[in-house]
Nanobody, 119 residues
Framework: QVRFVESGGGLVQPGGSLRLSCSVS????????MSWYRQAPGKQRELVAC???????IYPDSVKGRFAISRDNAKRTVYLQMNSLKSQDTAVYYC?????????????WGQGTQVTVSS
């Protein structure tokens, strides 16, 4: 059974930093594209960062230059370094694993970790 262990969320002041971690078991981690999504109250879940299985990084404009995603395949872990945090970054952050296989895709979600940016 696929299991996610997410950590690193919490309360931080505007301008501060947090580092999220997500460890995943029971998948061939290295072949999966790994992403972080977030969902704020009353809003749709949105992509925050993605690192492909070839280490290509993808960011939306809203976090580009502030957030950095990385992965350690040996530790089966993906990280999200968040700097210069703003109140609008407040959300539940979800780890996501995706493999575009044939004929089926495999997609798994973590349970989420709360990030609150407030003074």
């Amino acid at each position: 059974q696929v299991r996610f262990v997410e950590s690193g969320g919490g309360l931080v002041q505007p301008g501060g930093s947090l580092r999220l971690s997500c460890s995943v078991s029971a998948i061939t981690f290295s072949i999966y594209d790994m992403s972080w999504y977030r969902q704020a109250p009353g809003k749709q879940r949105e992509l925050v960062a993605c690192i492909t299985n070839h280490d290509r990084e993808i960011y939306p404009d809203s976090v580009k230059g502030r957030f950095a995603i990385s992965r350690d395949n040996a530790k089966r872990t993906v990280y999200l370094q968040m700097n210069s945090l703003k109140s609008q970054d407040t959300a539940v952050y979800y780890c996501h694993a995706h493999y575009a296989g044939a004929p089926s895709d495999w997609s798994y979600w973590g349970q989420g970790t709360q990030v609150t940016v407030s003074s």
